[in-house]
């Protein structure tokens, strides 16, 4: 599992949606990049 920072804030599943729509494979790449791994431990 990976995690970044918040990139975006939309109000309304359809604000979420049209920002999705306009997504690229660059920005998602970039999102990799800015990543970190997250730790999962055992409860």
């Given at each position: 599992?990976?995690?970044?920072?918040?990139?975006?804030?939309?109000?309304?599943?359809?604000?979420?949606?049209?920002?999705?729509?306009?997504?690229?494979?660059?920005?998602?790449?970039?999102?990799?990049?800015?990543?970190?791994?997250?730790?999962?431990?055992?409860a």
């Amino acid at each position: 599992m990976r995690r970044t920072e918040r990139d975006t804030v939309q109000a309304t599943r359809a604000a979420v949606e049209y920002w999705a729509s306009g997504v690229t494979s660059i920005y998602l790449q970039g999102a990799l990049n800015r990543s970190r791994p997250v730790r999962i431990s055992a409860a």
